[in-house]
């Protein structure tokens, strides 16, 4: 059997289902830089298209409960993916696979909104609150030229699905408080999507020293809202 890259699948996928991407702003992606990704997260689509439109593979981060899932668990692997620790852990294996990738200066990928977006289907392009653990890896990952790269990913014409009822999903992740709530796990499938690539944020020697001291909390959270608020704002320029 012919192997197949993450990055052949990415545009495989894209192929497949026939979507149309608008890219904008490419030339913000920093060359001969660390970078750690941060994107919005809305379908099964995000991680292949952000990877077909930028050509280049990235190792994203993804849900603990995709690594519990048949088809999807064997769909992360042929991605590439990283599946985080489950909820009631610390997630130190997240972080130290995470700085091995990046000191190897392959691209990781975070989608700080969690699976929440995708699994209660959100309005399109609505952002919700950013978890912190990304702004935590750029702050005390002990690597040289690192930046974070906020992608907005906007919807314009998409399909919705159903994939399974999350009590499904329950049984296979107990652990899980998303699937406490009933319903249906939806899926979303990009028709035409805009691509837009936002400004580089530099992480240098000053803030590492100051997140090692007593502000770690207070810079995670800056840093968290300083990427959200690009992001919003990348979608909002695409509606004006």
């Known amino acids: 059997m012919k192997f197949i890259s993450p990055l052949q699948l990415s545009h495989q996928f894209i192929n497949l289902f026939g979507t149309d991407v608008s890219v904008h702003n490419i030339d913000r992606i920093p060359k001969n830089?660390?970078?750690?990704?941060?994107?919005?997260?809305?379908?099964?689509?995000?991680?292949?298209?952000?990877?077909?439109?930028?050509?280049?593979?990235?190792?994203?981060?993804?849900?603990?409960?995709?690594?519990r899932v048949?088809?999807?668990?064997?769909?992360?692997?042929?991605?590439?993916?990283?599946?985080?620790?489950?909820p009631n852990q610390r997630q130190k294996k997240f972080f130290e696979r995470s700085v091995e990738l990046l000191k190897s200066r392959e691209i990781v990928g975070i989608f700080p909104e969690g699976a929440q977006p995708m699994v209660q289907n959100n309005p399109?392009?609505?952002?919700?609150?950013?978890?912190?653990?990304?702004?935590?890896?750029?702050?005390?990952a002990p690597v040289d030229d690192?930046?974070?790269?906020?992608?907005a990913i906007e919807s314009i014409e998409e399909k919705?699905?159903?994939?399974?009822?999350?009590?499904?999903?329950?049984?296979l992740d107990p652990s899980e408080?998303?699937?406490?709530?009933?319903?249906?796990?939806?899926?979303?499938?990009?028709?035409?999507?805009?691509l837009h690539f936002g400004f580089p944020i530099s992480i240098d020697d000053e803030q590492?020293?100051?997140?090692?001291?007593?502000?770690?909390?207070?810079?995670?959270?800056?840093?968290?809202?300083?990427?959200?608020?690009?992001?919003?704002?990348?979608?909002?320029?695409?509606?004006l």
């Open 124 to 140: 399109p392009n609505q952002l919700s609150r950013f978890h912190r653990g990304f702004a935590h890896l750029a702050l005390q």
């Open 177 to 194: 408080p998303l699937f406490r709530k009933g319903g249906w796990h939806s899926a979303v499938v990009y028709k035409r999507a805009h």
């Open 33 to 67: 830089k660390r970078i750690l990704l941060v994107s919005n997260h809305r379908s099964v689509l995000d991680a292949p298209l952000i990877m077909s439109v930028m050509n280049r593979s990235v190792r994203f981060i993804c849900h603990h409960y995709m690594s």
């Open 208 to 239: 590492k020293s100051r997140y090692r001291g007593h502000h770690r909390f207070r810079l995670a959270e800056e840093l968290s809202q300083l990427c959200s608020e690009q992001i919003s704002g990348l979608l909002k320029q695409g509606n």
């Open 70 to 86: 048949p088809l999807l668990r064997e769909l992360i692997r042929a991605m590439g993916a990283i599946p985080l620790d489950s």
């Open 146 to 151: 690192l930046i974070i790269l906020p992608v």
């Open 160 to 171: 919705k699905h159903t994939l399974a009822p999350l009590k499904l999903f329950s049984l």
